[in-house]
């Protein structure tokens, strides 16, 4: 039984970036924007949290910085992309490639330094309940963030009037421009969330899943949640399904290497892959639903003519 | 002009101009709405109708005029601001979001104070106060598109705007949705609400508007009261010259003795995206020498039908296209061009033509297949024949009379209806046996309409078939010796142009077969 509890933290520890990134990218997509630059905004938040943490002891600040960082780095992407109209696709992987770059660098002096943990919560006689205390009550921080980041964004998106203009933004640019719609200004907004959200992912990284800097730590995550928002037909709480599927493969296939079953251990990695594809190719098979959900401008450049 | 009226005119706008770049589309534009009028705004398209309006919402900014509202000098400086003045648009080409639903789209527009969950049903109160039902809870995709404006309209009202714009309205409804329309109109007008009503069908303005002002080329060139004068003197203020009129001299020989050229026996598809139409057992049967048209609104089926019939779209047994006798159901493009057919899409750029290729590249890209021999050469090796491409484009623009700057410009470059012109007339230069053309003179002026009608007569004459699927009910009537109704994915049987009435039509594109009553709606 404690070992079943056991499981269920190592998946929400290895689904909860994936699941903060995503709904931060899900939002910038609503909105038209592509930003594939996920994963180097993600790493600037990790190396950001592992540095700030170190040098002042607090992983609360490493994470705030994180968060920060990932915004700014953002901000980079917003500004060549919304307002010198430069190609989203090509500029989010030099966002990519370049925060791959000077995290290494920033994190150099950081390699094999011990990390400071974002400790869990601890509440009196709630976490000791048994079985499902310790996954409900006992998380760090993080974790219940990211929940409450999709209840935020799904009620935000769908439920008040400044979800529905980025909706509107995403659908046709050109008419809510019309309409009087500050669109490069709601963009940027969208596109500081994302990276704020990618930020925060990092920071969980380095701060709660493997307290200590390694270079190019992220390993692909940014380019998974990027998949999960397609998949997932950009809604929310399909994008906490497929973070959650996504990481349960993940440990399921290292225990069962660990096991030796006798299948190749290429296969047994690439089944999270797979798994996660399959089932959320299943749940949005619905193609009209999908493409209703699908932002229209999604990665068109928006030039008001004036 | 008197400054000290007694009665102040709602909206003054003086010497408005608007450049972009070297092109004057507005050249200091006087007009002066009163309280409670119906106001023409006439012009051919591309007389600057669209960027005049545009400036009076706020989506444009002018480089010199001034606005007077209500007698204060005003600066519309973004729809916001126009719309806190009072004045509401209704655009000619929707500014709807696809996948949000009707009370979406209309919140979207609305003040923000008005809590999101009472939209809906304030838009359907106002909506039957009007005349214009309305479910708040559809997606606006799957609308038609008569519905779509009585969303944009609805929005546009729930604004209490004191003027409201509305940019070409009824050339997209059927008769029967434009009565419907006028009535509201003239229900406003009666409530003392200003209408700027923008037009090229000149019936409806001469019934209709209060006054008239005329634009040609950027220009004011008359104001006037249009129920004074004729469709005729109108016409002749927007285009400035007498429009050639087309002649249709009766098809040649019985229907009974011309070869069959197109034929489409039981045509069916399901629909190819979430707010696609599918296409439902549809027969007709072209044969030589006569011009048969589709009518129907738009979004019933034109689209997909043209895609499956020139091949874009494969059938799924082949003899359900026939060209000239040849079963073609699963040929390619290139192999129903080879058969003999031609075919003119709807839109001009991107489809029709490559925007940012110079004409001949663009004649090559339609005519390799067919005309391999001629505008290539060096065998194997295939090399683009410049010379004979130039040439066959020189041919082309002399008969079709394309206007064009330079020799061999890029698509984009000609205006819209000389760029149509350009690709009616390579197509036509082919002598193809069957042409299929959507929408030929869709935003084309009258000029280059009437041009573009006279050649597809003319090539019915010589001895081919010739579909074309309008929107435009005047033009169908005007050219075709058959017409067919296309109406949610099937298509009506085709009538012969005798037994067509404009109400008959206009009943059939609302869903009613031809002679029976009206069906109910969907």
Redesign the interface.
């Known amino acids: 039984m404690e070992m079943t509890q056991a499981i269920l933290l190592t998946v929400a520890t290895a689904a909860t970036p994936l699941l903060i990134a995503a709904i931060g990218e899900l939002v910038v997509e609503r909105s038209g924007v592509l930003n594939l630059g996920v994963e180097g905004m993600m790493i600037m938040g990790a190396v950001t949290a592992f540095a700030v943490a170190q040098l002042t002891g607090s992983a609360w600040l490493g994470m705030f910085a994180a968060i920060l960082a990932g915004a700014a780095f953002s901000a980079l992407f917003g500004f060549l992309t919304l307002t010198l109209v430069t190609n989203q696709v090509a500029s989010g992987l030099a966002l990519t490639i370049l925060g791959l770059g000077a995290s290494a660098m920033i994190g150099e002096s950081f390699v094999g330094l011990p990390g400071v943990r974002l400790e869990p919560i601890h509440i009196p006689y709630l976490t000791e309940l048994p079985l499902v205390g310790r996954f409900l009550f006992g998380q760090d921080p993080i974790f219940y963030l990211s929940i409450l980041l999709v209840a935020g964004v799904a009620w935000f998106l769908f439920?008040?009037?400044a979800g529905?203009?980025l909706?509107?933004i995403g659908?046709?640019h050109?008419?809510?421009?019309?309409?009087?719609?500050h669109v490069i200004r709601t963009r940027y907004l969208a596109v500081l969330f994302g990276g704020a959200c990618a930020g925060l992912a990092g920071a969980q990284l380095s701060l709660v899943y493997v307290p200590q800097w390694v270079e190019n730590m992220t390993a692909g995550r940014g380019w998974i949640a990027l998949a999960l928002v397609v998949f997932a037909s950009w809604r929310p709480w399909r994008v906490l399904i497929g973070a959650y599927l996504f990481g349960a493969v993940t440990i399921g296939q290292l225990h069962t290497q660990a096991l030796g079953f006798g299948l190749p251990s290429q296969f047994l990695s690439s089944l999270p892959y797979l798994a996660t594809i399959l089932v959320l190719v299943l749940i949005s098979r619905n193609?009209?639903l999908t493409?209703?959900?699908?932002p229209?401008s999604l990665g068109k450049p928006f030039v008001p003519?004036? | 002009m008197s400054l000290t009226s007694t009665d102040q005119p709602l909206l003054d706008a003086r010497r408005i101009t608007k450049t972009f770049g070297s092109l004057v589309a507005c050249d200091a534009i006087d007009l002066v709405i009163q309280p409670g009028e119906i106001h023409a705004l006439l012009g051919e398209n591309g007389a600057g109708k669209s960027t005049f309006v545009k400036m009076l919402f706020g989506s444009l900014q002018p480089v010199s005029g001034e606005i007077f509202w209500k007698g204060r000098p005003v600066s519309i400086s973004s729809p916001a601001v126009a719309r806190s003045l009072g004045i509401g648009m209704v655009f000619q080409h929707f500014s709807l979001f696809d996948s949000l639903t009707a009370a979406e789209n209309i919140a979207l527009s609305l003040d923000k104070s008005i809590p999101l969950s009472d939209i809906a049903s304030r838009a359907r109160d106002i909506g039957e106060a009007y005349g214009l039902p309305l479910d708040p809870d559809a997606l606006v995709g799957d609308l038609s598109v008569g519905e779509r404006q009585r969303i944009e309209i609805i929005r546009c009202l729930l604004q209490e705007p004191d003027l409201i714009i509305l940019d070409e309205p009824t050339s997209v409804l059927t008769p029967q949705e434009a009565d419907r329309l006028f009535v509201t109109l003239e229900r406003l007008r009666a409530e003392g609400k200003s209408i700027l009503y923008i037009s090229h069908r000149l019936e409806e303005v001469k019934r209709l508007c209060d006054r008239a002002t005329v634009l040609r080329h950027g220009k004011v060139v008359a104001h006037c009261d249009p129920r004074k004068e004729t469709a005729a003197s109108l016409a002749r203020m927007m285009v400035g010259t007498d429009i050639r009129i087309v002649h249709r001299n009766p098809p040649k020989g019985g229907d009974g003795e011309a070869r069959p050229l197109l034929e489409i026996a039981g045509l069916s598809q399901p629909p190819r995206g979430p707010f696609s139409t599918a296409l439902r057992d549809m027969q007709l049967v072209l044969h030589a020498g006569e011009i048969v048209g589709i009518a129907g609104v738009a979004g019933n089926g034109q689209g997909e039908f043209f895609e499956a019939v020139s091949g874009e779209v494969l059938q799924i047994a082949p003899d359900i296209v026939r060209i000239g006798g040849i079963a073609a159901g699963r040929a390619g493009i290139s192999r129903r061009r080879e058969l003999g057919a031609a075919f003119v899409p709807e839109e001009r750029l991107g489809h029709g033509a490559v925007p940012e290729l110079p004409l001949t590249d663009n004649l090559f890209l339609s005519r390799y297949a067919t005309d391999s021999g001629t505008f290539l050469r060096g065998g194997a090796l295939k090399v683009l024949a410049q010379n004979a491409l130039q040439s066959a484009v020189k041919r082309i623009a002399k008969t079709m009379d394309v206007r064009k700057s330079g020799e061999n410009p890029d698509a984009s470059a000609l205006s819209g209806g000389n760029l149509q012109k350009f690709i009616i007339g390579r197509e036509l230069d082919r002598k193809p046996a069957v042409l299929v053309v959507n929408q030929p003179t869709w935003g084309v002026d009258a000029g280059a309409s009437a041009h573009i009608r006279q050649a597809l007569i003319d090539l019915a004459r010589s001895g081919s078939a010739v579909l074309i699927i309008s929107q435009d009910l005047d033009e169908l009537l005007e050219i075709c010796d058959r017409i067919a109704v296309m109406n949610h994915g099937t298509l009506s049987e085709a009538l012969p142009i005798g037994e067509v009435t404009l109400e008959k039509i206009g009943l059939m594109m609302g869903g009613a077969d031809a002679g029976h009553e009206i069906a109910g709606g969907m």
Do not use: K
Not at chain 1, 174 to 181: E, N, Q, R, T, Y
Not at chain 1, 291 to 294: C, E, H, L, P
């Open positions: 439920r008040t009037r529905l203009t909706r509107a659908d046709n050109g008419s809510a421009h019309a309409l009087g719609v193609r009209r493409m209703m959900n699908t229209t003519d004036r």
